[in-house]
Nanobody
Framework: QVQLVESGGGLVQAGGSLRLSCVASGRAFGASAMAWFRQAPGKERVFVAVIMSGHQYYRDSVKGRFTISRDIAKNTVYLQMNNLKPEDTAVYYC???????????????WGQGTQVTVSS
């Protein structure tokens, strides 16, 4: 059974940092695209960042503040979030799929999400 399990969310003040982790089990994801999406209250889920084949892509609003990385040996992907802003408040989801994309329907596997709350 394939599972993606996120952790690392929490409450932080504006300007603070958090590191999210997503551990995959049930199969190896070394060749897969691993991505982070987020969903704010009352809004649609949106793309945050993706990593595949050594390349990383980000939504404009997080460029320079967020960094996606992965440890293939640990089947884990990370999202380092610095200089957090209240508008970053959302549930963050990890996803895995065969190709990197900003579209959530391109991903096969999803985690349950982890809450990130940034206070002003």
């Amino acid at each position: 059974q394939v599972q993606l399990v996120e952790s690392g969310g929490g409450l932080v003040q504006a300007g603070g940092s958090l590191r999210l982790s997503c551990v995959a089990s049930g199969r190896a994801f070394g060749a897969s695209a691993m991505a982070w999406f987020r969903q704010a209250p009352g809004k649609e889920r949106v793309f945050v960042a993706v990593i595949m084949s050594g390349h990383q892509y980000y939504r404009d609003s997080v460029k320079g503040r967020f960094t996606i990385s992965r440890d293939i040996a640990k089947n884990t992907v990370y999202l380092q979030m610095n200089n957090l802003k209240p508008e970053d408040t959302a549930v963050y989801y990890c996803a895995a799929g065969p190709v990197g994309s900003g579209l959530d329907d391109r991903y096969t596997y999803w985690g349950q999400g982890t809450q990130v709350t940034v206070s002003s």
